[in-house]
């Protein structure tokens, strides 16, 4: 089925591909798990799935170093995953239980993990983008080399405040990659009604800060280009801008119809473009990995997923006074 | 295993909808994001994807069959060669009844009681006293955080080398680099924000607004952002940092620059807000401020910044948060204020004085939290009360001094209190207008001869 050409980079091993097509593929069941359990009310408010755009948070933590920091919007439960959070924390804190990352308080929306240098999950579009020139802020306060990746959307991308923080990262030289995450759609506004400048990663160009377009859907590229804005920013160069082309397949929200876009484009990008069958082919051309193989992981990662579901079931409400802590620290 | 599809929830209300068309038949292979059926619910049409791959053993509900309920099965999923007949071995997943969550409700109204108040004095008695204007007071605040605390840094606009539009920060660029002392562009929403990023990050940013009317712009990343994490992150990060600047009125710079935000934030839980009078509390207050673990709002005064005080002359000096100050002793009233509210309090109470009316006269210093224990004992003894603010009189702070007065004292209050406040009107500039939009002492006198029906 895939149209696109399986080829092996020279910048991945065998076991590292392997580990881009676990990774990937635990973020997709889980999604699908979190939509099931939506559908049974077990999740509330608001679910924003990330469902086709698991090479995007996947290929940039395989740029990342321990220590390197993290912050996004509110379609977060992918880059929770791939910083490596535990799934079980964050299913029970998407059903609203004592064992989510925040003990069922902050919802899809807004999880954070001090350990894994995750700091949100924020519902307000666009707010995360100072917010993460400002974690980058206190990295070169401190001197310590660490680099903050800042995911937004292209709906985030014409807020004015992504400006703001454009220019003060380059004049302050803050070691920032701003991931431009462009999935083409703001919710229900396609990138063509809303900017008829759509090449968001050249705005930056205003501002000083180099940026390149990726391909959103090649694990590989988006390693690479992660690795070549990481460089720049740890090279004391200041901010580096990543528009990340990318899909997401299912509704802006569990709530969204999905009527702005035709069932046939979106079917259309499952076959040709799949992110996860793009490795999975590339594996099994290069025989890097039997059908045995795949299938292991496959079952691996179901099991984790219905480990977390049943975790995320069990795990009791809140205790009520809850309610009344962390108020203040 | 056969497995039940049940009727979902799409959206954070739906209760039940129209199993509008089936998408696939009976024997058909689905898998994972394949389209099975359409559901109407009270907003919209809404496709609805199979999770788990299998063939349709039967299809339970027909399409068109409306006020279907969430979670009814409306379809059994089997896999190669197994019958629908195995479902009935599975559970079927119980609707999960939210038990209604029933919080506690606030502490009841205590029994009129005395309340416990800290009446601690603010320094030690014989403390030698230094004048200094308000605005010296804060920047030695500063500067001594800074001095002994390396992660604390200014930021705002004009406070390096310019020295702060107001002067405030006179002197800290020199002292403390520009490392420290940062001068940013005009973009209050941004660096507001990135000052909140710090915070997460591990530092106590400083950010100066050049006024807080201009802190409108940048009020999202300071609701939303700063007071919220700690809550929302169950208490992992927060946001330990000061927002400070002059707030309310100055003169003669109209309806735009002239807003007392000070009933505006001390609604919001997780922020702390002090507004203080005098060049002690600035400092004590400012010391505190800056050691708190919390976003605190310091909401400072453009023409107090000129005003000299006597400041305790001490090695280190801080004020804590949530007590007030009784500035006189008085029998007859209580006049509650706060920031610029004391100087109408104050020279209304010794004019009062002349005319024989004893007003005890309280300085909140706090906002948030908020000493009420010292206005209730107060009101215990006077049985009156007014309070002073140049902020808008509704949703005031006196509004809410009044209801916490009704709920713990009422049966002490021989009179109705009056919130004086500015007037109900955006800033006019004209000279005299501006006199009449903003509160006056006069207004307070006759407020407290009011209270006292004299």
């Known amino acids: 089925m895939a149209a696109r050409k399986a080829q092996t980079k020279p910048n991945v091993s065998a076991e590292e591909l392997k580990g881009y097509y676990r990774d990937m593929l635990l973020i997709r069941r889980f999604e699908e798990k979190a939509g099931q ?66 003990k069922g308080k902050g919802g899809s929306m807004h999880m954070f993990s001090k350990e894994k240098h995750f700091y949100g999950g924020h519902g307000i579009v666009a707010a995360q983008v100072p917010l993460g020139a400002g974690l980058a802020f206190a990295d070169k306060y401190k001197e310590n080399g660490r680099v903050t990746f800042t995911y937004f959307g292209d709906g985030a991308a014409n807020q004015g405040q992504v400006y703001e923080a454009y220019n003060m990262a380059e004049l302050w030289d803050l070691p920032v990659v701003f991931v431009i995450e462009n999935n083409q759609y703001a919710m229900g506004t396609s990138t063509k009604r809303s900017t008829k400048s759509p090449s968001y990663w050249e705005r930056g160009a205003a501002y000083g800060i180099p940026g390149e377009e990726v391909d959103g859907m090649d694990v590989l590229a988006v390693k690479a280009a992660g690795q070549k804005a990481v460089a720049h920013c740890r090279a004391g160069k200041g901010p580096y801008i990543l528009e990340i082309k990318t899909y997401r397949y299912r509704g802006h929200s569990m709530s969204d119809p999905a009527k702005y876009r035709t069932r046939e484009e979106v079917q259309k990008m499952r076959d040709e473009r799949d992110p996860i069958e793009a490795v999975r082919s590339m594996l099994l051309t290069g025989k890097h990995a039997t059908e045995d193989d795949l299938k292991a992981i496959d079952k691996e990662i179901k099991e984790i997923v219905n480990a977390s579901a049943e975790f995320a079931k069990e795990s009791p409400e809140p205790a009520l006074d809850e309610l009344w802590t962390d108020i203040y620290a | 295993m056969a497995t039940e599809i049940l009727m979902p929830a799409l959206s954070p209300t739906m209760e039940e909808g129209t199993l509008a068309k089936w998408l696939v038949k009976e024997g058909d292979t689905v898998s994972s994001g394949d389209i099975m059926a359409e559901i109407e619910t009270d907003k919209a049409t809404m496709e609805f994807e199979a999770v788990d791959e299998g063939i349709v053993g039967k299809i339970l509900i027909a399409e068109g069959t409306e006020g279907v309920k969430v979670n009814t099965p409306i379809a059994i999923l089997v896999e190669e060669g197994e019958e629908v007949g195995d479902v009935s071995a599975a559970p079927a997943p119980a609707a999960e009844a939210t ?32 004048e ?62 990135i000052g909140v ?15 807080f009317n201009f802190a409108m712009q940048a009020i999202d990343q300071i609701i939303n952002s700063a007071a919220k994490t700690l809550y929302m992150s169950g208490g992992q990060m927060g946001a330990p940092m000061v927002f400070r600047g002059p707030n309310g009125a100055a003169a003669r710079v109209g309806a735009q620059h002239s807003q007392d935000y000070a009933a505006w934030y001390m ?15 600035a400092k004590g207050l400012m010391k505190t401020a800056i050691r708190d673990n919390n976003p605190v709002i310091f909401l400072e005064n453009e023409i107090l910044y000129g005003r000299t005080f006597d400041v305790p002359d001490m090695d280190d000096f801080t004020v804590p948060f949530g007590k007030a100050r009784i500035w006189r002793e008085g029998e007859d009233v209580t006049i509650v204020s706060f920031g610029i509210g004391m100087q109408y309090a104050l020279e209304a109470a010794d004019k009062l004085a002349e005319e024989g009316i004893s007003a005890e006269v309280i300085d909140l210093r ?28 509704q949703g005031s702070v006196g509004n809410y001094i009044s209801s916490v007065i009704m709920q713990q004292a009422f049966d002490y209050l021989d009179a109705p209190v009056i919130n004086c406040t500015g007037k109900d009107v955006p800033m006019p500039y004209a000279a005299n207008l501006e006199k009449h939009a903003l509160i006056t002492t006069a207004e307070v006198i006759e407020a407290v001869k009011q209270v006292t029906y004299r």
Request: aromatic residues 6%; glycine residues 12%.
């Open chain 1, 37 to 102: 359990l939506y559908g049974m009310g077990l999740i509330g408010g608001f679910c924003h799935l990330y469902i086709g755009q698991e090479a995007v948070v996947v290929g940039l933590e395989a740029a990342a170093e321990e220590g390197d920091k993290r912050i996004t919007s509110y379609r977060d439960h992918g880059h929770m995953l791939a910083c490596g959070m535990d799934p079980n924390g964050v299913m029970a804190e998407l059903t609203g239980r004592e064992g989510g990352y925040s």
């Open chain 2, 267 to 281: 609604q919001v839980p997780g922020l702390k807000v002090v507004m203080p009078y005098s060049a002690s509390d």
């Open chain 2, 366 to 393: 706090t906002l948030r939290p908020m000493d009420a224990g010292t206005i209730i004992n107060s009101v215990m003894k006077t049985n009156r009360c007014v309070t002073v603010e140049e902020g808008w009189p």
């Open chain 2, 99 to 130: 038990p209604a969550v029933e919080a506690p409700a606030p502490a009841a109204a205590a029994a009129p009681a005395a309340p416990q108040v800290d009446l601690t004095p603010d320094w030690p008695e014989g403390t030698a006293m230094k």
């Open chain 2, 132 to 193: 200094q204007t308000v605005r010296e007071a804060l920047r030695d605040a500063m500067a001594e955080e800074m001095r002994s605390d390396d992660t604390v840094f200014l930021m705002g606009e004009e406070v390096a080398e310019y020295q702060g539009a107001y002067k405030v920060s006179q002197g800290l660029l020199d002292e403390f680099g520009a490392k420290r002392v940062i001068d940013t562009p005009i973009t209050e929403h941004g660096f507001a924000g």
């Open chain 2, 197 to 211: 990023g710090a915070a997460f990050g591990g530092l106590r940013p400083i950010v100066e607004f050049m006024t």
